[in-house]
């Protein structure tokens, strides 16, 4: 499916998106703020930066080296570094340990795809970070394992672990409806950076799954039905407001190979498309409330229904964390930049 042109602004929810997300071919970023005038106002914004690439994609799955310079393409706009070691430094060390939190519920091919985290633990190893410093982790090891990882809880090689497996942490919990919900102890007590790495999919209840429902729902034990009503809210607001889960999130990157516009989060590849792009953000909450938009601009061109203001896919819960200051939610404050490869 075609990005975005100026043509197709419309709006989306009551107070926002109410200016359009420009996906044009060329092969500069256009920024939602770049009408701005001041460079002060300007540098004020929320950077967030879409890359595509024809061929990313191909019948046979992710071409390796193709999403390798969408990645490193999006991490060097996105920090302006010279190279792609000293894009990765400006979020990670050489004493980090850094968990990448993937999403496999949708597999086999709804997922993190594995190509999109080679990629990402090439840039880290490249910033300094030892290789059994670098932690893959999902909820449980059958998401894990059926992606293609191996669990490895080793001294050797990149770790791959389950939150069920590594435990769930006693003392940090939150509690909504009356019920706690716990975070793994993966991101309370072994890593001390943490990069959110998702695929861009529709969810049947929250309209969007991608960085705020995956931290409030991939990272804490089970919750039962006392956390999902009324789109999960005021749940992954919630949980995304603990500072178990922001004090050590550096990064947020959308896996958008393949999305699925409706139909999740299970696989329903009769609604997934190839899209071919990576998005990379330090706001979680931005780059929701854009991918919302991408969501939509798909969905209108499949004549499906729009997300917000529906009954059931309606994804507030992006703008319930913006009202608890976890992020923006609103185009004046993000720099979007789309580059076309």
Known sequence: MSGMSASDRERVTRREFLKAISLGTAAVGLGLGACRSSAQEKKELVKLVLVRGPGAMTERGPDLQRVKELVDSAMLRLTGAPDIGQAWARYVGPDDVVALHVNGIGQPTLITHPATISAICEGLQQAGVRENNIIIFDRTTSHLVGCGWDINSGEQGIRVLACETAGW????????????AHFTTIVTKLCTKLINVRPLKHHSGTGISLCLKGMAFGMCSGNGGAHHPDHCCPFIATACASHWARDKLVLNIMDG?????????????????????????????????????????????????????????????????????????????????????
């Open 169 to 180: 942490d006693p003392d940090a919990y939150v509690t909504v409806n009356g019920v706690r």
């Open 257 to 341: 190979l393949r999305p699925q516009i409706h139909g999740g989060p299970w696989q329903a590849p009769e609604y997934q498309v190839n899209w071919d792009a990576i998005a990379v953000c330090k706001d979680p909450v931005a780059l929701d409330f854009a991918a919302v938009s991408f969501l939509e601009k798909m969905r209108k061109q499949a004549g499906l229904p729009k997300l917000w203001d529906n009954p059931r896919d309606n994804p507030k819960h992006i703008l319930q964390a913006a009202q608890k200051r976890l992020g923006v939610a609103s185009w004046d404050k993000i720099d979007y930049q789309a580059i076309e490869l």
